[in-house]
């Protein structure tokens, strides 16, 4: 019976050890990207809101930070800034068109990436390869 209970507790260990080890990487530019901005030397971006929104009031004050986020985080903005590591910040809410179609498009051209996200010329998922 013990020699039982120590195989299903090992066989649990080794399961779960094995299961964090999968994840995806999502980096900067790619179209499933949620998360800061550094906005630099880009245009102004179009935001959601004209003010910064901030769920706990700090006595330090930061500049404010840009975020780009899923809809449905900004409605709840309270129950997701932690996600983000944003809970006392200010926070301007980056439109998804502005970041699409100016921030990961001037992103891409000054890294060297051809912009596409992987759609080759008919808008389709293909083979192309960005370096």
């Excluded at 999502?26 to 935001?47: E, H, K, N, V, W």
């Excluded at 709840?76 to 498009?105: I, K, L, P």
Aim: glycine letters at 10%.
């Amino acid at each position: 019976m013990k020699h039982l209970l120590i195989v299903a507790l090992a066989s649990l260990f080794l399961s779960t050890a094995y299961a964090a080890d999968v994840g995806i990487s999502i980096s900067l530019g790619q179209p499933g990207f949620y998360g800061q901005i550094d906005i630099g030397d880009y245009p102004p971006p179009r935001l959601i809101y004209a003010e910064p929104v901030i769920v706990e009031h700090v006595v330090v004050v930061e500049q404010p930070i840009y975020l780009r986020v899923q809809p449905d985080h900004v409605k709840h903005w309270e129950n997701y800034c932690g996600e983000y590591h944003a809970c006392g910040q200010r926070v301007y809410f980056v439109e998804d068109s502005w970041y699409e179609d100016v921030y990961v498009t001037d992103y891409h051209k000054k890294h060297g990436k051809d912009g596409n996200h992987g759609h080759n010329k008919h808008g389709n998922k293909g083979d192309n390869k960005q370096h």
